[in-house]
């Protein structure tokens, strides 16, 4: 029996979508991880050190390294694959391929960061986004023109890399269930961090919340932010919730908000349109294509025209079909087993 080819598998988190391919790639390879929680910066150099250890010990052994995101954790990798001849995939999910000052958000609006990010996608053998979008955008929901050019080609314009994209897949198995749960007439949902605030829309929610006083609207993934000293009373925020019970939050609500400044997938707008919610979403990235016909863009960030698309979407005369099809829609286009296939075949072919 031929023994298993190995995987040095990197990443910053142990985010599910992570731990998915993580999880698929066992049943193919043998997996060496190398994961430690990057976002402590003072322990940067430790890691460094001990991830460089790792390499020099296993190097021998490893056929191939993937890594998630590119950042500080990219950076040896990539240089001992190219001396060592070891083939290199970097998965780029969306703050590697951005930066956006206004919001504090996006790893290349780090000059460390940026360096890292560079020279690990210049000597990369392949590089994986989860969507197009992530290799060259023009944001023209963001209202600063400086900050609306995004991706991997506008800010590498010399990158000759190739490039392979490979949408992120959902387990819809989890996410469909025979659930009795009704949904609440006019309910808007909307799921991200305290940090997320203003680059998810929460500001925008809030003044949804404060126009439509007879509509229900609910934010999971953080308690009220400590700059919400008030809030209407019709604006709730669940904090954490478990995957569980953010399905049955999800099968609750009507309307589901991704109304992202940047977005460099949107599985949470997924995971909601496979729960039937009809999705309003941003003119970003690629949340048009997600949502597709089975919801509602916003343009540009607008309170007016946001309020406008509410009344529309309240208005709808067969929600429940036009809920049905936006799940379907999700089935036929973003399955984690098509996923799954993708990444195995960019794999064997590198």
Sequence with gaps: MQSKKVILFISPNKSQFIQNDLLYLKQHYKIITNQYQWSKPLFTPLYLIHQCIVLLLKIWTIDKIIIHFGGYWSLLPTIFGKFFKKA?????????????????????????????????????????????SLYESNNQYHNINVEQKQGLITFFPKLKTPIKVIPNGLDYHFWITNTDIKKNKNSFLAVFSEKQFFLKGGDLIYEMANNFPNYSFEIAGTNAPQHLSKYPKNLKFLGRLSQIELRDKYYQSEFYFQLSHFEGFGLSLCEAMLCQCIPIGSSVNMI???????????????????????????????????????????????????????LLKVIQTN
Excluded at 102 to 126: D, E, H, Q
Excluded at 308 to 323: M, T, Y
Aim: charged share 25%; glycine share 4%.
């Design 88 to 132: 290199v995939i970097i998965i780029c999910h969306g703050t590697d391929c951005s930066s956006i000052p206004s919001l504090n958000y996006g790893s290349l609006r780090k000059k460390g960061v940026k360096f890292c990010c560079r020279f690990s996608y210049k000597y990369a053998t392949i590089i994986c986004p989860v969507s197009q």
């Design 288 to 342: 048009p294509e997600i949502i597709s016909e089975h919801g509602f863009i916003l343009e540009q960030k607008n309170s007016n025209h946001l309020k406008k698309i509410i009344e529309q979407a309240v208005a709808l005369s067969d929600k429940k079909s036009f809920s049905k099809k936006a799940q379907k829609s999700i089935i036929d286009r973003f399955s984690i087993q098509q996923r799954n296939d993708r």
